[in-house]
């Protein structure tokens, strides 16, 4: 395949790593701040891929709802971190695909030749920023919201209620949502007992307490949302969460949670010359704008449209990592392109590991190089629905 050749400007990815993610307010994350997880994503690629932190240019990152847009606490972490005065920070918001953006803004600048070492980071603490406004702004002009313009009221509608919507629109029954979620959970925890995740998660001492000044840890390793053991029996009997008659329940939709991911980028000359050893190497990446009431479609528009650009098919791309904010709009878009559901997040997905909004684009990043690596297989899609109406999708090559 021509797309594979090897030339000395290929963007190439010299880490992906992920803390373990877990519960907002109940897992093991759930007392630390943002900047702290952020910190120990970068300290860790640091450490792991032997980068010197004078040679990163630019260090963004993703993160969803921080105040002030996370560029003060980004900024703290990347200075702790030990990066030195001439490593930039950027925060970049695009919702869910926020970390995944901010790899794309990265290879475009390192492409452009304006740098050429930056880090994609992500981070987001749902314990401390999800709460009580669940990501919905309470200020809001109010001439805007009562405009007949429904397009623009629908941009502050719950993301629980664009995954009903999806699942009326598009005749996603409970029962499909339901088998999706436990599949998920059964391919989260398998890959959990046998390991697999060992290689991109980065282990956390991690602030068990909430006085930062004695601080109490203890060592996070896992994922802890995952649930191997739960039926399709139990997942019956959950309530809606978001209509009294809906199809949503806490059982097959994304998880609230923390976490933080780091993807290390440059050009294939590059690392050459730093003497690091390319995992992955990206492709490109495609936004696509969806109706916001249907924000979960947004994988389904996003993924051709990239894939066109290469002269691909579905069917030439070995593993999917689909983000599930809902099991109605991922079986939506599944079905819609027509892919090959054993392609798709065979090491389970949002359902059963979380979804850490900031971090998810690094966490899924992370979980495709490591797949292709552990399948021996050649060519990933990373995608994810956002709210606002959007879709994102990146095309990756295993280069291990
Ligand atoms: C659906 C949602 C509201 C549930 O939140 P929650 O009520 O705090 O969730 P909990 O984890 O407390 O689960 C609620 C109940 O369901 C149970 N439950 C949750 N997941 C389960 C599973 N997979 N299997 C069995 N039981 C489960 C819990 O044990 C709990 O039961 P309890 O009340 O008896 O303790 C929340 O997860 C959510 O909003 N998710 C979507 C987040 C989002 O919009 N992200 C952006 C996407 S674009």
Redesign the pocket.
């Known amino acids: 395949m021509s797309l594979l050749k090897k030339l000395p400007s290929d963007i190439v990815i010299l880490s992906a790593i992920r803390t373990p993610i877990t519960?907002a307010v109940k897992g093991g994350l759930a007392k630390m701040y943002p900047e702290e997880l952020l910190h120990k994503v970068l300290t860790g690629t640091i450490k792991r891929s032997g980068i010197d932190p004078a040679v990163v240019d630019d260090v963004i990152v993703g993160t969803v709802l921080q105040t002030l847009g996370g560029q003060k606490a980004s900024a703290l972490a990347v200075k702790a971190a030990g990066f030195p005065i001439t490593t930039t920070v950027n925060t970049v918001n695009r919702q869910?695909a926020s970390s995944a953006q901010a790899l794309s803004y990265a290879a475009a600048s390192i492409m452009a030749g304006e740098q050429s070492v930056a880090v994609a980071a992500g981070v987001e603490s749902m314990t401390h920023d999800y709460f009580p406004h669940r990501g919905i702004p309470t200020r809001i002009y109010q001439p805007f919201r009562d405009a007949a313009d429904s397009e623009a009221q629908a941009v502050l509608m719950p993301?629980?209620l664009t995954s009903e919507n999806v699942a009326s629109e598009f005749s996603i029954t409970r029962e499909d949502q339901d088998k999706f979620?436990f599949q998920s959970?059964q391919k989260a925890a398998a890959a959990t007992e046998s390991g697999h995740f060992l290689k991109e998660i980065l282990p956390v001492q991690a602030r068990a307490n909430e006085d930062s000044e004695t601080p109490v840890y203890k060592e996070i390793t896992r994922d802890d949302g995952i649930?191997g053991s739960?039926t399709l029996e139990?997942?019956a009997t959950?309530k809606p969460?978001f209509t009294e008659t809906g199809t949503?329940?806490?059982?097959n939709?994304?998880?609230?949670s923390d976490g933080a991911s780091a993807v290390l980028i440059t050009t294939r000359a590059k690392a050459a010359e730093l003497g690091i050893k390319p995992i992955g190497r990206y492709l490109g990446s495609a936004v696509a704008g969806v109706p916001s009431h249907l924000?979960g479609i947004g994988p389904s528009v996003a993924v051709p449209q990239l894939l066109s650009r290469f002269g691909l098919t579905v069917n030439d791309i070995d593993i999917f990592e689909l983000n599930e904010?809902?099991a109605s709009q991922s079986l939506y878009c599944i079905r819609k392109m027509g892919i090959a559901e054993s392609k798709v997040n065979p090491y389970g997905g949002a359902i059963a590991i979380g979804?850490p909004?900031g971090a998810t684009g690094g966490r899924l990043i992370a979980t495709l190089l490591n797949g292709l690596q552990t399948q021996g297989k050649q060519l990933g899609v990373i995608s994810m629905?956002?709210?606002t109406g959007q879709g994102y999708a990146a095309l990756f090559a295993n280069e291990e």
Not at 248 to 251: F, Q
């Open positions: 519960k869910c993301m629980g979620a959970q649930r739960v139990k997942l959950l969460a949503t329940t806490a059982g939709a994304s998880q609230i924000m904010a809902f979804h909004l629905c956002t709210s």
